[in-house]
Nanobody, 124 residues
Framework: QVQLVESGGGLVQAGGSLRLSCAAS????????MGWFRQAPGKEREFVAA????????HSTDSVKARFIISGNNALHTVYLQIDSLRPEDTATYYC?????????????????WGQGTQVTVSS
């Protein structure tokens, strides 16, 4: 079992930055992949970025990569999502996910464990 706890969300003005954190506990192996997804009101959950503790990371698109940077501290079992130049359309609940995958994945269904989410609200 893996437990995930997100933090760092909040209300921020457009153009601002946030760093979300996801602390993992329990069975955290080097083969695990940690992912960030987000779900805006009335929309489906979408992939943002993912990394594998043993190496490798991906972002959903190049434009996302320019503003959303995923990183991790293996010793702390914590993964971060730095979000810069926030826009109102970034308003969403951001979820951390984990799975014993062979490589980072964009597919929601491949992740076995999910956090409760942290709310990010961007005002214009």
């Amino acid at each position: 079992q893996v437990q995930l706890v997100e933090s760092g969300g909040g209300l921020v003005q457009a153009g601002g930055s946030l760093r979300l954190s996801c602390a993992a506990s329990g069975r955290t192996l080097s083969s695990y992949v940690m992912g960030w997804f987000r779900q805006a009101p009335g929309k489906e959950r979408e992939f943002v970025a993912a990394l594998r503790w043993s190496g490798g990371r991906i972002h959903s698109t190049d434009s996302v990569k320019a503003r959303f940077i995923i990183s991790g501290n293996n010793a702390l079992h914590t993964v971060y999502l730095q979000i810069d130049s926030l826009r109102p359309e970034d308003t969403a609940t951001y979820y951390c996910a984990a799975g014993d995958l062979g490589r980072p994945s964009r597919t929601e269904g491949e992740y076995d464990y999910w956090g409760q989410g942290t709310q990010v609200t961007v005002s214009s």
